[in-house]
């Protein structure tokens, strides 16, 4: 059902606020467009009739639901905590606030108001992080006593309190008392302005100030469009799964399917009702080669809200379609005719066979006898795209998915193996288009492609990075150990923030 422009206006500013602090606690990167598809995406997920400040604690969960798709991670609800409908009266906070010291007061702030870790939190705070764990005690010794008046002196009550009360769900009551808002309106000039600091008292302007003053939002952010979007629009989509015994199978299916559909984790793919000829076609095709064949796949349909961009779909309708897709038996796809069964291989001649055995067999010993052992190919080949910043570089690489790979890293002429024998594991890598990524802020990544697992890395390292060109021995070393491995490397972690076109044009494209 579709909110009247009055609720959406007042859920506008809010939730912009919310999704961009989020944004900047995962440490992510973002510019209007993203940020316009993540507003979209709380705004179409949030329940009807909601007020403004439980759509705030909503846009947190269904942020980290945006990252985690815009990351390529599986597409699962996020869990929603008994907490986050809860009253919570703003008078619970301030008496915390009357009670607390300094000390405990900085703690609530920094932990449960901005979102930091318990190590930032004692960087912020200049204290240690054991005196940061006891101050977090306090406070939720507080809350049993104080608000929830449970007579901690009393063991039977403690049990009871901490049975009732578990310690995550006082962090969530702690974290939703500290964002509860004291203002409505969002006046970026006077917020920005001498006048505004008393304003900053206030959780969502205080976080309103950090982001504007910082520049990560722009004062347009946060003022309402002449004419509000359309969140709830609604389409039809196919979930497409491929079960364990058609793995084999996945990356034929990935490129044939990647013209039409969004590749997820788990062999899934999701395309839009508008493709479900085009997708029939290419399933049938397959079939009759067997590569999958009908039994090693299921799909369904499912109609709701949700819409497209580049990283993904977002909105509710994709965990609602997969988990349709999951109650469908092998063999049944929606919206698709029933796919034909393999087309057996014809019948070959005897003699053929014969000849082209005795012909092949004389082929290999030729070879052989040809070639040597040291110009024996790569057995899976990569292809890789790079990036590299200031604070990192990244991999981005295409690889067979029978390949065992092994992620090493070179940082201040050192060597270190992030990953190795990646073969069944290396699905934790997978991005949504069927490639692999790793980002780490090293000087430089690795990446190696063999036939089989590679044991003793030590060995393979030892010394290596004394050579004069630490890289080129290294993969001397690796194609002596297994002939027909393959290694591609990253590029160099910039030195500076300068940027030239070139590099801009890298960070756009990549």
């Known amino acids: 059902m579709e909110a009247s422009r009055l609720d959406l206006a007042s859920l506008w500013v809010p939730v912009t606020i919310r999704v961009a602090w989020e944004f900047t606690v995962q440490g992510v990167s973002f510019g209007p467009e993203v940020l316009h598809v993540a507003r979209m995406h709380v705004l179409s997920s949030l329940p009807e009739h909601v007020d403004v400040v439980v759509a705030e604690r909503f846009a947190v969960l269904y942020t980290r639901e945006f990252i985690e798709r815009l990351n390529g991670e599986a597409y699962v609800c996020p869990p929603i905590d008994e907490e986050c409908e809860m009253d919570i009266p703003l008078s619970w906070r301030e008496l915390l606030e009357q009670r607390?010291?300094?000390?405990?007061?900085?703690?609530?702030?920094?932990?449960?108001?901005?979102?930091?870790?318990?190590?930032?939190?004692?960087?912020?705070?200049?204290?240690?992080?054991a005196k940061a764990k006891k101050v977090r005690f306090k406070l939720h010794q507080f809350v049993y006593r104080a608000l929830l008046r449970f007579d901690m002196d009393d063991p039977e009550q403690v049990v009871r309190a901490e049975e009732d009360w578990p310690r995550s769900r006082i962090e969530n009551l702690l974290t939703y008392m500290a964002l509860i808002p004291k203002t409505k309106e969002v006046d970026c000039v006077l917020l920005l302005s001498p006048e505004g600091t008393a304003l900053r008292s206030c959780p969502r302007l205080h976080h309103a100030y950090i982001l504007l003053r910082d520049g990560v939002l722009a004062p347009e952010d946060l003022s309402l469009p002449q004419e509000l979007p359309h969140v709830y629009e609604q389409q039809s989509l196919l979930a497409l799964q491929l079960n364990s015994k058609g793995a084999r199978y996945a990356k034929t299916l990935r490129k044939s399917l990647q013209e039409i559909a969004i590749a997820l984790r788990g062999d899934i793919w999701l395309v839009s009702a508008d493709e479900l000829s085009d997708l029939g076609s290419i399933l049938h095709s397959l079939a009759e080669e067997g590569t999958p064949s009908r039994e090693m796949l299921r799909g369904a349909i499912g109609y709701g809200v949700g819409f497209w961009s580049d990283d993904g779909v977002f909105g509710p309708l994709p965990t609602r379609v997969l988990s349709l897709m999951r109650n469908r038996p092998w063999g049944e796809i929606d919206g698709v005719a029933r796919l034909p069964e393999p087309i057996p291989p014809p019948k070959k001649p005897i003699k053929t066979w014969i000849a082209a055995v005795v012909f092949f067999v004389f082929s290999v010993s030729f070879l052989q006898w040809v070639l040597s052992a040291e110009l024996q190919q790569a057995e899976y080949p990569i292809i890789v795209d790079s990036q590299a910043r200031v604070q990192d570089v990244a991999v981005r690489f295409d690889a067979d998915d029978r390949a065992t790979l092994h992620i090493l890293s070179l940082n201040q002429g050192s060597f270190q193996v992030l990953h190795k024998n990646l073969m069944y594991e290396k699905g934790m890598l997978a991005t949504k288009d069927g490639r692999y990524f790793v980002r780490a802020a090293v000087d430089q990544?690795?990446?190696?492609?063999?036939?089989?697992?590679?044991?003793?890395?030590?060995?393979?390292?030892?010394?290596?990075?004394?050579?004069?060109?630490?890289?080129?021995?290294?993969e001397e070393r690796i194609l002596y150990k297994e002939p027909r491995a393959y290694m591609v490397k990253s590029k160099k972690r910039r030195l500076s923030e300068e940027r030239s076109l070139v590099h801009m044009i890298e960070d756009w494209t990549y």
Request: glycine fraction near 4%.
């Open 100 to 129: 607390a010291n300094s000390i405990g007061k900085q703690v609530f702030y920094t932990r449960y108001r901005d979102g930091a870790s318990l190590q930032e939190v004692a960087t912020e705070c200049n204290i240690t992080v």
């Open 445 to 474: 990544l690795i990446v190696v492609s063999t036939p089989y697992a590679i044991e003793n890395w030590d060995s393979i390292l030892e010394g290596v990075s004394f050579h004069e060109d630490p890289l080129a021995s290294l």
